[in-house]
């Protein structure tokens, strides 16, 4: 990851010596106020003059440079487009900042405004923190076996503002906006991650190293212990790989007698579907599997260093699917360990298999509320695309919470149904209920949902990124390819503002 200092700084833009100042204006505007307005003051009106030109048309993203002579303090201005002013938000401004700061590359230091914190209607501490979680999540690139070609040289980015009565509230958002960033990179870096080199004990690993620098508390249960704790759904799944499973457990600030909020993430650190195996077209997109526990481990790491006065467990069912003489096969039926059996139809239906220890193992915590987060079901790409995670609930309240820091994080939940009568499609002859319809694809996601939601007995809900997860190419922040980190800065916000 990408090392960049980030300051806040009380001053006048026109006055600033640096490389180059970044001025965000809207679609329409033939005369900017604000910052911009006063740069363009400075400027002999250089800024209206391109844009009643038409030099510059402000769309979402588009960028701008000019030079300023020795006018201003800054050697260049940048200027990026708003888009409209009635479509901003804060999520607007994550992508205009990673517009802007792929723009800057070259360039040592970028300095900015807080976009939005003026002309743009947002509270100071939301535009700090959406401009720095842009900048951050529009650099990121996964650079473990490529250096890019051209790399970035920004070294800084500082952020400048001339009313000193915003400063204070700037600086939690900038700070704010930079760990929850990194932790998103954090998780983009294990996704993205091939399952060759991460495979279930090496996120184990990765997640033990975490806890160390976090001080939290972290468990990894091996195949002994997974026998011990009857997890016949994590071990039926790992068994056909040489890479035995683990079930790996975080947690943060958790007292005797605290009712935490557990996170639950699914771990398939690659899925060939089994001995059901899956078609080879894109299959190397399942090292995605584990999108799921990335986010988890993600959202631990923010929680911790924005030190948020709640308690959190982070629980992970890692395990690798592949086909071998020793893989689970179709017609097996397997022991989950709240002791209901399971007809394994279609081995290829995995992450619920594991995903139900998981949510068994939480029951333990006396959970406020358990969210799971799993690229379950290619059903819900169907039916939703890549715009929104499924959201399913058994709990209204915990729904809204969970809609409500969509809204405010841009990473969009969708809620669908978990009618009863589903369950009809699940129900086994000669088991308690099977993992997978054989009467084809109907309702996919929602299958997945109801046979999760015969494993919990709190308020839960379950989010299936299958389709958020990876290759998003509508929004600027996320690299066209890769893993996007969804549900990070979701469960981020959702656990800053819980009560
Ligand atoms: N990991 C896949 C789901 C998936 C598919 C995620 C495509 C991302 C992109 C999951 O384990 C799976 O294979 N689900 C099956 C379920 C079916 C067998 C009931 C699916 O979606 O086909
Ligand atoms: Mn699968
Ligand atoms: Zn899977």
Not at 61 to 71: D, Q, S, Y
Not at 85 to 96: G, L, M, N, P, T
Not at 127 to 145: D, I, N, P
Request: charged share 25%; hydrophobic share 40%.
């Amino acid at each position: 990851m990408q090392i960049m200092h980030i300051t806040v700084e009380h001053g006048d833009i026109t006055k600033v010596q640096t490389d180059a100042i970044c001025l965000g204006i809207f679609q329409g505007v033939q005369r900017p106020g604000g910052a911009a307005g006063a740069v363009d003051r400075a400027l002999d009106g250089a800024l209206s003059e391109i844009l009643s030109d038409g030099d510059f048309s402000c769309k979402k993203g588009e960028i701008f440079w000019l030079r300023t002579h020795g006018k201003i303090g800054a050697k260049r201005v940048l200027l990026v487009g708003l888009g409209p002013a009635e479509k901003f938000s804060a999520d607007v401004v994550r992508e205009v900042s990673a517009a802007a700061v792929r723009a800057a590359k070259a360039l040592s230091e970028l300095t900015t405004i807080a976009h939005g914190a003026g002309i743009g209607g947002l509270d100071p501490q939301t535009a700090a923190q959406a401009t720095v979680e842009g900048t951050l999540l529009g650099l990121y690139r996964f650079e473990k076996f490529k250096k890019p070609e051209e790399p970035s040289k920004l070294e800084r980015l500082r952020l400048v503002e001339h009313n000193a009565e915003k400063l204070e509230q700037l600086k939690v958002g900038a700070q704010r906006g930079q760990i929850i960033a990194e932790s998103v990179c954090f998780a983009r870096d294990l996704a993205n991650e091939p399952g060759q080199s991460l495979p279930p004990q090496e996120l184990a690993r990765r997640a033990q190293n975490l806890a160390q620098e976090l001080g939290l508390h972290c468990e990894v249960f091996d195949e002994k212990a997974l026998e011990q704790l009857g997890m016949g759904g994590i071990l039926a799944v790992g068994k056909g790989s040489d890479e035995p499973p683990r079930l790996i457990v975080l947690e943060y600030n958790l007292t005797k007698d605290s009712k935490p909020i557990v996170l639950v993430g699914k771990g398939i650190t690659f899925d060939s579907g089994g001995i059901s195996i899956k078609p080879r077209e894109g299959l190397e997109a399942m090292k995605y599997d584990m999108s799921g526990a990335a986010a988890v481990l993600g959202a631990m790491r923010a929680i911790a260093l924005l030190k948020l006065p709640i308690s959190a467990v982070g629980l992970i069912a890692a395990a690798e699917n592949l086909p071998s003489g020793k893989a689970l096969k179709p017609g097996d039926v397997i022991r989950i360990s709240n002791g209901k059996t399971v007809e394994v139809t279609n081995t290829d239906a995995e992450g619920r298999l594991v995903l139900a220890d998981a949510l068994v193992y939480a029951q333990r915590y006396n959970p406020q509320a358990v969210i799971d987060l799993a690229t379950l079901t290619g059903a819900c790409t169907i039916a939703l695309g890549k715009e929104a995670a499924g959201l399913f609930s058994n709990d209204e309240t915990l729904a809204q919470k969970i809609q409500k820091a969509a809204q405010q994080t841009g990473e969009r939940v969708w809620p669908l149904p978990m009618y009863d009568e589903y369950k009809e499609i699940i129900k086994s002859e000669i088991a308690d209920i099977k993992n997978s319809a054989n009467k084809g694809p109907q309702a996919g996601a929602a299958v997945g949902a109801i046979f999760l939601r015969e494993f919990v007995n709190y308020p839960w809900a379950h989010l299936d990124i299958a389709g958020v997860a990876y290759d998003v190419e509508s929004r600027l922040y996320y690299a066209k390819q890769g893993a996007t980190g969804y549900g990070v800065r979701l469960l981020t916000q959702l656990l800053q503002d819980w009560k």
